[in-house]
């Protein structure tokens, strides 16, 4: 049982947004403003989408974003394209060098 | 640009050890975090530790503490991940990361593991 709970599926069609969140405690998503979310194709490595909740990395599309409300975070995938189809998890740090990790969630686009 | 680059799949039997390893490049080695995490077939992913490559020190993940050791060697910016008394469900890809700004911020190609007699 994953510390970060995700829902297993979210789906949209191209061109719409999807949001996914990833809900946490007090004690990791609730304190810290260090959430970050990776998008997993099958067979690949993880590739950071988010980190410190909304900041986006160099190279990472605009249609990516990224936001915090007390213990859940959510990512935003606007404008879906037929290469977002991914599995999508969220990390969160904890404190004490501990970081929590999501389920996953399999995003479709229809 | 940075990479970080690991070891070959192995196959082992249970009860063996296996030792992976992640050479990185392209950045200074002793200035941040290496992660380890590991994903089973069809599952999520698990968090097992980390090391510090500047003083060697480490943290795991609670059910992993006993089981695995992270070690490194500065002279190749190698980062090893021993884990012990495999048993089937250790069956996994075993990943390193690089920690920046409390995010993973580049991974390894991952490692596939094979715990089977």
């Known amino acids: 049982q994953s510390a970060l709970t995700q829902p297993p599926a979210a789906s949209g069609s191209p061109g719409q947004s999807v949001t996914i969140s990833c809900t946490g405690s007090s004690s990791d998503v609730g304190t810290y403003n260090y959430v970050s979310w990776y998008q997993q194709h099958p067979g690949r490595a993880p590739q950071l989408m988010i980190y410190e909740v909304s900041k986006r990395p160099s190279g990472v599309p605009d249609r990516f974003s990224g936001s915090k409300s007390g213990n859940t975070a959510s990512l935003t995938v606007s404008g879906l394209q037929a290469e977002d189809e991914a599995d999508y998890f969220c990390?969160?740090?904890?404190?004490?060098?501990?970081?929590?990790f999501g389920g996953g969630t399999k995003l479709t686009v229809l | 640009q940075v990479q970080l680059v690991q070891s070959g799949a192995e196959v082992k039997e249970p009860g063996a050890s296996v030792k992976v390893s992640c050479k990185a490049s392209g950045y200074t080695f002793t200035g941040l975090f290496i992660h380890w995490a590991r994903q089973a077939p069809g599952h999520g992913l698990e968090c097992m530790g980390l090391i510090n490559p500047s003083d060697g020190s480490t943290t795991f993940a609670q059910k992993f503490q006993g089981r695995v050791t992270l070690t490194r060697d500065t002279s190749t910016s190698t980062v090893y991940m021993e884990l012990s008394s495999l048993i089937s469900d250790d069956t996994a890809v075993y990943y390193c990361?690089?920690?920046?700004?409390?995010?993973?911020?580049?991974w390894g190609q991952g490692t596939l593991v094979t715990v089977s007699s």
């Open positions: 990361a690089r920690g920046n700004s409390y995010a993973y911020d580049y």
């Open positions: 990390i969160s740090y904890a404190g004490s060098r501990d970081w929590v």
